[in-house]
C-alpha cells in the first residue's frame, strides 16, 4: 500500500494529458442492460472501436447479477444492439 507522500510523488511525476475528443471515441461503450427474469444474470453490450476507425464493433456479454467475470454470448455481430432474455430466462436474443 502506498502511503500518502509517496502516492503524491507517484502523480506527481505523471505525466499531465487532457483527455481529447480521440480519448473518448477510443474508449469501449458499454450499454443496453438486460436483466434475466430471475435476477440472476445481465447481459450487455459492448461497442468497441474499429481499428481502422471506421465504427464500432458491438458484441453481447453476460455475467452474473451478483458479480463475476463477464462473458462473451456474441462478437462482431453487427445488428447486435439490445440483447433480450425470453421469458424462462434459457435464451438470449440478440
Given at each position: ?33 438486460s436483466l ?59
Amino acid at each position: 500500500m502506498l502511503h500518502a507522500p509517496l502516492l503524491a510523488l507517484a502523480l506527481a511525476a505523471a505525466p499531465i494529458h487532457a483527455m481529447t475528443v480521440e480519448d473518448l471515441l477510443a474508449l469501449d461503450r458499454v450499454g443496453a442492460p438486460s436483466l434475466s427474469p430471475d435476477g440472476s444474470q445481465v447481459a450487455f453490450t459492448v461497442s468497441r472501436p474499429k481499428a481502422d476507425g471506421s465504427g464500432l464493433t458491438p458484441s453481447v456479454w453476460l455475467v452474473a447479477a451478483a458479480g463475476g467475470e463477464p462473458r462473451p454470448l456474441a462478437t462482431g455481430a453487427e445488428r447486435s444492439s439490445a440483447p433480450r432474455f425470453s421469458p424462462d430466462g434459457g435464451l438470449v436474443a440478440v
